[in-house]
């Protein structure tokens, strides 16, 4: 019984160049978020999708960041032109949609992605 | 708005002490409360969760209590275990667009555990 997956682990970028984050969420969950960790921090949302739609988006980054959650295959977040400042660890979760409404409300996270930008 | 406040760290303890960590929230209407736990170099894992004012939320010797008259949601453990060393994080359940939800962490409290 597979947890959320997420791809790679570690990623280690130069300035200008694109990162792409892979998060594959558990078996039966429908429901994909992103969160970015800066270190020493708590974790801040960033996207909430469901399958080809992107539900919410209130956390992301403006300019550069990208999220998608295609029929088939993983969740991308994409980043663009990285800058050191987007050096963090960036957490996928997942969610069931099924149950009891509060159950909703549980996520489960995967291993994370770091991104070092140099 | 919603927010989550949580006691600064780190917390060193021996093995067997009493463990406190204290996490206040504001928010509106009556979230969901959780403790995630973060051990090093891995992702988070829930620990326990609360739903309604007065809820017990317990798991492996953990407790927390949904206080809405305080809006505190602290965590505690009679007696800790090196194996208990990492970062643990209090969160809320917040409304975003079309009725789902996210989670709005505190700034998580490091706690060091010594034989």
């Known amino acids: 019984n597979a947890g959320v997956m997420q791809n790679p682990r570690h990623l280690v970028r130069r300035r200008g160049q694109e990162a792409r984050l892979r998060c594959s969420p558990m078996k039966g969950h429908s429901h994909v978020y992103w969160y970015r960790q800066l270190p020493e921090e708590g974790l801040k949302f960033m996207v909430y999708?469901?399958?080809?739609?992107?539900?919410?988006e209130s956390g992301m980054p403006k300019e550069r960041f990208s999220a998608e959650f295609p029929k088939e295959g993983p969740s991308i977040l994409r980043i663009q032109q990285v800058v050191r400042g987007d050096s963090a660890a960036y957490f996928c979760?997942?969610?069931?949609?099924?149950?009891?409404?509060?159950?909703?409300?549980?996520?489960?996270f995967g291993p994370g992605t770091r991104l070092l930008v140099l | 708005g919603n927010s989550v406040t949580q006691m600064e760290g780190p917390v060193t303890l021996s093995e067997e002490a009493f463990l406190t960590i204290n996490c206040t929230y504001t928010?509106?209407?009556?979230?969901?409360l959780f403790w995630y736990v973060q051990y090093p170099g891995e992702g988070l894992q829930l620990l326990l969760k609360a739903t309604k004012a007065d809820d017990k939320g317990s798991n492996k010797g953990f407790e927390a209590t949904y206080r809405k008259e305080t809006t505190s949601f602290h965590l505690e453990k009679g007696s800790v275990q090196v194996s208990d060393s990492a970062v643990y994080f209090c969160?809320?359940?917040?409304?975003?667009?079309?009725?789902?939800?996210?989670?709005?962490f505190g700034a998580g409290t490091r706690l060091a555990v010594h034989p």
């Open positions: 969160a809320l359940s917040a409304p975003i667009s079309g009725g789902y939800n996210k989670l709005i």
């Open positions: 979760a997942s969610s069931p949609r099924t149950g009891p409404s509060r159950n909703w409300e549980t996520q489960y």
């Open positions: 999708l469901q399958k080809e739609n992107i539900i919410d």
């Open positions: 928010a509106t209407g009556y979230p969901s």
